[in-house]
T-cell receptor, first 109, second 116 residues
């Protein structure tokens, strides 16, 4: 089993739709969680941190479920510009960073 | 604006040559930088952790003599792909943690290496 797993997609949804995807992690001692966005042939960029209490930034909501060991990302009112690959990042210890393989999202007009 | 600068952005080289990639932190000191490799449609794979003033820590399966890392200053880490071969063709990305933002990675723009 991979330490961090994501559904690779692609998720193909119409503009304006709400879409959500999860990322599971195997190490229960994992401490920090993030969502990054990566556009084709570009470097990943931080989208948002994931806090235990959940956090929201505009149309994006991230949540952490420690009991079931997954994090989620919800995108409301999706825009064409949201098309990208979304990577979850888990710090399984203070210095071990693990990237998920990414979920591809495609928003159609 | 960018906080990590990576150069060059694209390299084409002949098999057997060595390629050096630079990663600079802008306006902050990075005692630790990270080097990743990403093959098409795959996730980033951590290659090594670069520590200023000491030896890099390599991930399992990454040859330290093949991928030389030098972190000689608090703002610069270099990755040298020695005797590159076509299978080394990939997207190489560095990142650094800015001191005030714990565990948040700021990435360089990446270097696309094509070995002919």
């Amino acid at each position: 089993r991979k330490e961090v797993e994501q559904d690779p997609g692609p998720f193909n949804v119409p503009e304006g739709a709400t879409v959500a995807f999860n990322c599971t992690y195997s190490n229960s001692a994992s401490q920090s969680f993030f969502w990054y966005r990566q556009d084709c042939r570009k470097e990943p960029k931080l989208l948002m941190s994931v806090y235990s209490s959940g956090n929201e930034d505009g149309r994006f909501t991230a949540q952490l479920n420690r009991a079931s060991q997954y994090i989620s990302l919800l995108i409301r009112d999706s825009k064409l510009s949201d098309s990208a690959t979304y990577l979850c990042v888990v710090y399984s210890s203070a210095s071990k960073i693990i990237f998920g393989s990414g979920t591809r999202l495609s928003i159609r007009p | 604006g960018a906080v990590v600068s990576q150069h060059p952005s694209w390299v084409i080289c002949k098999s057997g040559t060595s390629v050096k990639i630079e990663c600079r932190s802008l306006d902050f000191q990075a005692t630790t930088m990270f080097w990743y490799r990403q093959f098409p449609k795959q996730s980033l794979m951590l290659m090594a952790t670069s520590n200023e003033g000491s030896k890099a820590t390599y991930e399992q399966g990454v040859e330290k003599d093949k991928f030389l890392i030098n972190h000689a200053s608090l703002t610069l880490s270099t990755l040298t792909v020695t005797s590159a071969h076509p299978e080394d063709s990939s997207f190489y990305i560095c990142s650094a943690e800015k001191g005030s933002a714990k565990n948040i990675q700021y990435f360089g723009a990446g270097t696309r290496l094509s070995v002919l």
